[in-house]
């Protein structure tokens, strides 16, 4: 019974041990594929802001000083960020997209004067606040994973050099037990058989001597008694 439950758990373990396995490298692949990008993101992302900061330069030589217009004309944001998830190798990881909502409010900023340097100027910080939630979400992933991941291998080494191991010296004690048990149950199984034979023997011997002692004092034993049908030994009979 004990040997047939840790037999369970011996290929209960090792399953599970397949299976954290297969999801430490899904995830591993996943946190390489996300360590790219956020490398490629950063990247792009200084040029974005070279060229984000260069139109600003420009739009201020071109048009002058519109901040006071711009602050005036700020009711709601444009660009919100929405969130939803992602589902890698059973682990939940957050994913933020931007979005633009509503129309633009400043879409009458530079009609005099530099209008074409301003709509750059939007344009081009749009992809850089575009480029940053992109880059948010990718980082919040990858820190994320790293924690999983820490934990997924540290259940992998554990179920492979502690529960299997143990589960294993646990399953050779028992049928090492068992063996020893078998073996003396035959022993004593022989040990019987050689005390009955012993005794079968004494028995035996103990009657033949038995045998001769009787022949010796003239005693007829069972085996050589007179049979009664037998008239050859009968002696004569008399009577006064």
Do not use: C, W
């Not at 909502?101 to 939007?122: M, N």
């Not at 049928?175 to 022993?187: I, P």
């Not at 004593?188 to 038995?210: D, G, P």
């Amino acid at each position: 019974m004990a040997l047939t439950i840790m037999k369970a758990r011996l290929k209960g373990a090792q399953k599970g041990h397949s299976l954290l396995k297969k999801k430490s490298d899904a995830l591993t692949l996943r946190f390489r594929q996300i360590l790219k990008k956020i490398v490629d993101t950063k990247v792009l992302m200084g040029d974005i802001m070279k060229d984000a900061a260069f139109s600003l330069a420009e739009a201020k030589f071109t048009s002058g000083d519109f901040s006071h217009t711009v602050l005036q004309n700020v009711n709601k944001a444009q660009i919100k960020v929405r969130s939803k998830k992602d589902n890698v190798a059973g682990v939940q990881l957050p994913v933020f997209e931007s979005y633009r909502d509503g129309s633009d409010s400043y879409e009458l900023t530079g009609l005099a004067r530099g209008g074409q340097q301003i709509y750059r100027l939007k344009e081009n910080y749009f992809k850089a606040v575009e480029l940053l939630v992109e880059l948010a979400s990718l980082q919040t992933s990858f820190i994320t994973l790293d924690e999983v991941i820490k934990i997924t291998n540290r259940r992998v080494n554990a179920i492979e050099h502690v529960i299997i191991p143990r589960i294993e010296r646990t399953l050779q004690y028992i049928t090492t037990e068992l063996d020893e048990r078998e073996r003396e149950e035959f022993f004593r199984l022989k040990k019987i058989q050689e005390k009955k034979k012993k005794i079968k023997a004494e028995t035996e011997a103990l009657i033949a001597r038995r045998k001769i002692e009787l022949a010796a004092q003239g005693v007829r034993t069972q085996e050589h008694a007179s049979n009664i049908l037998d008239d050859n030994e009968d002696e004569d009979l008399l009577f006064d």
